[in-house]
């Protein structure tokens, strides 16, 4: 009693300015619009995790198979099926396409659809969460490894648990590979830089850093605290990077964070559908939790409610810092956007939570 | 599926508190007790009301009376206290006088010299002109007054500033004073006076207690009175906190300035005769330096320099700190400067700390208001499509016709008259009435305020309704309004006062005539109400309007959201929707059950808004939002949630899952009939109420911008809506 009294007094005087967590606000080259729910369709088909376009074909990582699909429009055909969800794609020099399968590895794949598996252990680990590529001149390839305990769908598991358990992976198709970094907080995306450098994205610690590619020296920060979960990385043309922001931070998921009781409870007996969480889509259930910003009035979701899954495609400088975005708001569909690839003049987004692929100016 | 609950023999019943799940350990028991009591909102509640806005100050009175008492000896003992309060009550005059000018936004320096003068006034008119005491002390008033009007006339009509005019008046009076000194003092010096009331004034004890202090109690009271309750109180605080609004509220400004200088100089006067008649000291230094020790006072009592603010009380108290400060250095014979300097630094903090408190007070009120506790509920039950349950969701809102899209905001209730019109609340205030073979004419049918909740026809076809925020009206056919009633009985338990109504929700009415309604919450405004949800405490009644006598009287207090109200069809009984318990309760009006309190209907996969007849002898039920089971997992855990509404803003708090709900059909025995779904929630998002009329549905919703109708099927063509049946029902039988 004495105590809550205490407490209280010492509210009334000073109120608490509690640090808390500080979400930068969606300004300057974030300012929202909705060039991306307004970009030209296309393809539309279930789940694209990441888009390829070689000569006049489209390939497509969807659920756990490749599909091609004709540049020009038209309907998949599915090249190669896989033994777990596909993810990131790249094309090597020598023409093979490289595919990243969760659970379990990287896998080369002819444009016929023959499929090998290239890398599925490094360090003395398996390599479970491949997330993204970067292909040197040399031949070899850097591929992030998102954690080591999670994949796939689990990726929720990964952020709830708050784990550092990824890793930059740098391996010549057939060989063996070396960790450049590890420790990193779910590496979700890699590019490399005009120096020849590696950035990548860290999603936990919502930043991007850059690597030395000799395995020596920490990541150094390239941009911090961005108000979203950075996903993979492009090199845009005319300098600078592509960034797929799958998802966006919210004050509501940061705090839920810091209470470990909940976050065990809710882990332990809710689904991860319902979960307080970033999604890559609104199931629109009322099974879903929402948030007092979320309310329909008069029929409407007013765009700016904290968004539980949300549309973002961001053009970062050389230094990293965002000249422009498109975006998918609150009560759009294009959401959980995870790649953004651009192929000459082309820039291809695949939008996994709104099932379809899309094309945006590069302006 | 029903479980019975005795009512205890309390005027207003309580119902069951909260869900209890067969299996309850011990340990949750003692869990739910610990978070019963909600220390937090008695201290945000006591907090909130007025008179703990001088707590510091009060903090330090008592502290300086106990230091005191501890540390001089000779403090604490009768005589001496006697003989300060003698001395107080001098002090303390000037004081309420100083007050009450700051509280009209001025500021009064002129104290000490008309305290001084009134003083050497009264002597000499006692002493040397013969005049009866009785009518010197009048004069001397009078003459107190004057002073007090030479200011307030030059402040108010001749727009001087209040700190250069006093200042002024300041040097003039005590010139007047020192003129008086040099004439006249070494004449009053051989006087002696005489005279039983100028004794009376002097010595005079009512009970042991000083005459003195004794009026200073009733000019305080008085005083209180007049500042607190009066017009004039009122208008003097409100020129204080804004003169320019004061004056285009119709406030005669230079009036009220010119009264408020002019009690501050009576008061002075009222004390200068007290220190007349104490020390018979003529001396022109009387009063000299007061203003500073009177202006201290005041401010620490924490009565602030721009003015709108204060009380008597304030000014009360920083007299008596300061006072009592004075005496206890005198008893512990202290005249070290460091003492003193030591002092000075506690008033500081004092006037620091209660400038921190005034300013936060509102804000920490805001924050510690809302005070979760736990509730527990059962399994949810899984309505998925394909879940087979009796919840399962379907499509069968989705082709439901709209209604006045777009020209009525929030109709929460919506009810059919006789002829088929359709009437609703909007959040704008207003009953709309709809007409026409697809209800295309829209007309506004009554304009009441607040917002129009439950709706209800009474036997001679008014419309009685609900109003959040004002209370129980009702609206005649020709759309006149009229106020039922707007109070209850207080729940004397509660610091809050709860006798308005401040969410009047759902109503039906009795076979007898009498109106049941619900009050949502009795701690959260309209636009607040979800935050009642977030807390989850038992705050809303049900209540009981009596047309016959126009009283309301409270018949079940500490009811969880109670919304829905609903007369069963034998009109024995009423269903009651408890939004947040996920609940129906059923309380017995009639029969041999009368009295009692049931569980009806528990453990629904979302929050119940209101409760309608059908026409086959069953209920409708809306669900205005689901139960989604992170929310459920945080109405598990209030640690959990009073975190979150501390650390993030309300747009981001997790709510109660609003954007989907349903309508859902119960029969008489408490099992689910059937159920009605808009899963993509785009039409009919948030679901609060439906009424069947003709073999339709109506559906409204607080938050949307339409009336949804849908047609039902295998429905016979009977009105249930309008009216009362079970009116007629039980009027039959």
């Given at each position: 009693m004495a105590f809550e009294a205490l407490q209280l007094v010492k509210e009334f005087l000073f109120p608490g300015r509690h640090s808390g967590t500080a979400i930068p606000p969606l300004?300057?080259?974030?300012?929202?619009?909705?060039a991306l729910e307004n970009a030209d369709d296309v393809v539309e088909l279930p789940e694209p995790d990441d888009v390829l376009l070689v000569g006049d074909s489209l390939y497509i990582s969807s659920r756990n198979a490749v599909l091609r699909v004709p540049a020009a429009g038209g309907s998949p055909v599915t090249v190669a099926e896989f033994d777990g969800e596909t993810g990131a794609l790249t094309r090597l020099p020598d023409g093979q396409i490289l595919v990243a399968v969760a659970g379990v590895g990287v896998a080369s794949m002819t444009e016929e659809g023959r499929t090998r598996v290239v890398?599925?252990?490094a360090g003395g680990l398996p390599v479970h969460c491949p997330t993204d590529f970067a292909v040197l001149d040399d031949g070899s390839v850097l591929v992030t490894d998102g954690s080591s305990k999670h994949f796939g769908q689990k990726w929720v598991y990964d952020l709830m648990e708050r784990n550092s358990l990824g890793r930059l992976l740098r391996f010549e198709p057939g060989g063996t590979a070396t960790v450049?970094?590890?420790?990193?907080?779910?590496?979700?995306g890699v590019a490399l830089t005009e120096d020849g450098s590696a950035a990548v994205s860290q999603a936990w610690s919502h930043r991007i850093s850059t690597i030395s590619l000799?395995?020596?020296?920490e990541p150094t920060p390239?941009?911090?605290?961005?108000?979203g979960y950075p996903g993979r990385l492009e090199p845009a043309a005319g300098g600078g990077f592509w960034l797929a922001m799958f998802a966006l931070r919210t004050q509501l998921v940061e705090f839920t964070l810091t209470q470990r009781d909940y976050v065990r409870e809710m882990m332990r007996t809710i689904e991860p559908d319902y979960w307080i969480r970033p999604a890559?889509?609104?199931?629109?259930?009322?099974l879903e939790p929402l948030q007092g910003g979320q309310i329909r009035k008069l029929g409407v979701i007013k765009p700016?409610?904290?968004?539980?899954s949300y549309g973002l495609v961001v053009r970062l400088d050389a230094?990293?810092?965002?000249?422009s975005s498109l975006h998918s708001r609150g009560?759009?569909?294009?959401?959980?956007?995870?790649s953004v690839r651009q192929f000459g003049d082309r820039v291809l987004v695949a939008v996994r939570g709104g099932d379809c692929v899309v094309e945006v100016n590069d302006r | 599926m029903t479980e019975s609950v005795t009512p205890r023999r309390v005027t207003s019943r309580r119902p069951p508190e909260r869900n209890v799940p067969?299996?309850?350990?011990l340990g949750m028991k003692l869990r739910h007790l610990r978070r019963r009591i909600a220390l937090q909102q008695v201290f945000a509640e006591l907090f909130a009301k007025?008179?703990?806005?001088?707590a510091i100050p009060l903090a330090l009175l008592v502290g300086v009376v106990v230091f005191f008492s501890i540390a001089?000896?000779?403090?604490?003992t009768e005589q001496n206290l006697l003989s300060s309060s003698a001395e107080l009550a001098e002090l303390a005059l000037v004081c309420l006088g100083m007050a009450v000018v700051l509280i009209s936004g001025g500021i009064d320096l002129s104290v000490g010299s008309m305290f001084g003068l009134c003083n050497m006034v009264v002597l000499l008119l006692v002493t040397?002109?013969?005049?009866p005491v009785i009518a010197a002390i009048g004069l001397g008033l009078l003459i107190g007054a004057l002073l007090g009007a030479i200011n307030g006339s030059i402040v108010?009509?001749?727009?001087?500033r209040p700190f250069l005019t006093t200042l002024v008046t300041l040097i003039i009076f005590r010139g007047v004073l020192n003129l008086l000194d040099l004439n006249f003092s070494a004449q009053t010096a051989t006087a002696f006076v005489l005279d039983p009331i100028w004794e009376w004034f002097s010595t005079g004890k009512v009970a042991g207690i000083p005459f003195s202090f004794i009026t200073l109690v009733v000019v305080l009271l008085i005083g209180h009175i007049v500042l607190s309750r009066s017009r004039l109180g009122w208008h003097i605080t409100a020129v204080g906190a804004s003169r320019r609004a004061a004056r285009h509220a119709g406030i005669r400004v230079e009036r009220v300035l010119l009264l408020s200088y002019v009690f501050s100089g009576l008061l002075c006067a009222l004390a200068g005769i007290f220190y007349a008649a104490r020390l018979s000291s003529a001396s022109?230094?009387?009063?000299?330096?007061?203003e500073l020790t009177v202006l201290t006072a005041v401010i620490l009592g924490g009565?602030?320099?721009?003015?709108g603010k204060g009380t008597v009380w304030r000014a009360f108290i920083g007299a008596a700190t300061i006072s009592l400060l004075g005496k206890g250095l005198l008893l512990m014979n202290v005249g070290g400067e460091v003492f003193q300097t030591v002092l000075a630094g506690v008033l500081i903090l004092a006037v620091g700390l209660d400038l921190k408190w005034g300013k936060n007070r509102g804000k920490a009120i805001q924050k510690t208001y809302v005070n979760p506790t736990i509730v527990q509920y059962g399994d949810l039950p899984d309505c998925r499509p394909?879940?087979?349950?009796?919840f399962e969701m379907n499509d069968?809102?989705?082709?439901a016709e709209s209604i006045g899209v777009g020209k009525?905001?929030?109709?929460e209730d919506v009810i059919l008259d006789k002829q088929g019109r359709l009437y609703c609340g909007t959040r704008q205030g207003w009953i709309m009435r709809f007409s026409g073979e697809n209800f295309e004419n829209a007309e506004i049918f009554a304009r009441i305020g607040g917002h129009p909740l439950g709706l209800a026809f009474d036997a001679d076809d008014n419309l009685v309704v609900c109003v959040a925020g004002m209370g129980l009206y009702a609206v005649t056919p020709d759309g006149e309004v009229r106020k039922l009633t707007d109070e209850s009985n207080r729940?004397?338990?509660?610091?809050?006062?709860?006798?308005?109504?401040?969410l009047a929700d759902d109503l039906d009415i009795a076979p007898d005539g009498k109106i049941y309604f619900s009050?949502?919450?009795?701690?959260?405004e309209m636009a607040d109400w979800i935050l009642d949800g977030v807390e989850g405490r038992p705050n809303g009644r049900l209540l009981c309007y009596d047309p016959e006598t126009g009283k309301t009287r409270t018949v079940?207090?500490?009811?969880?959201?109670?919304?829905g109200v609903c007369c069963s069809h034998d009109g024995k009984s009423f269903l009651i929707a408890q939004t947040w318990l996920c609940r129906i309760l059923r309380y017995w009006?009639?029969?041999?059950?009368?009295g009692r309190i049931e569980?009806?209907?528990?453990?629904?996969?979302g929050y119940l808004d209101n409760i309608n007849r059908a026409s086959d002898g069953t209920y409708w039920v809306a669900l205005n939002g689901m139960r989604s089971p992170a929310y459920d997992l945080a109405m598990r855990m209030p640690v959990f949630r009073r975190r979150m509404m501390k650390r993030i803003p309300r747009d981001e708090w997790l709510y109660p899952s609003m954007n989907h709900g349903c309508v859902v059909k119960v029969s008489e025995?408490?099992?689910?009939l059937e159920t009605l779904w808009?899963?993509?929630?785009?039409?009919?998002?948030?679901?609060t109420s439906m009424r069947e009329h003709d073999g339709y549905l109506y559906i409204g919703g607080l938050e949307n911008n339409r009336v949804g109708r849908i047609k039902l099927d295998?429905?016979?063509?009977?009105?249930?809506?309008?009216?009362?049946p079970s009116v007629a029902g039980t009027a039959a039988s």
């Open positions: 300004d300057g080259g974030l300012t929202p619009n909705d890398l599925s252990e450049l970094a590890d420790g990193l907080a779910y590496a979700s000799t395995g020596q020296g390239l941009k911090s605290n961005l108000p890559l889509r609104s199931l629109n259930s009322g700016w409610a904290p968004p539980r230094d990293g810092h965002p000249s009560g759009g569909t294009r959401h959980g956007v995870t | 067969a299996d309850e350990t007025r008179w703990m806005e001088p001089a000896p000779g403090f604490a040397l002109s013969g005049l108010a009509y001749l727009k001087a022109a230094r009387v009063g000299e330096g007061m009565i602030s320099l721009s003015g394909g879940s087979g349950s009796a069968r809102l989705v082709g009525v905001e929030g109709p729940t004397w338990t509660r610091l809050r006062d709860d006798s308005r109504l401040r009050e949502g919450t009795t701690r959260f079940i207090r500490d009811l969880v959201f109670p919304n009006i009639d029969g041999p059950n009368k569980v009806f209907m528990e453990n629904f996969p025995s408490g099992e689910v808009d899963p993509g929630g785009t039409a009919h998002a948030t679901i295998n429905s016979p063509a009977e009105s249930v809506g309008a009216g009362a």
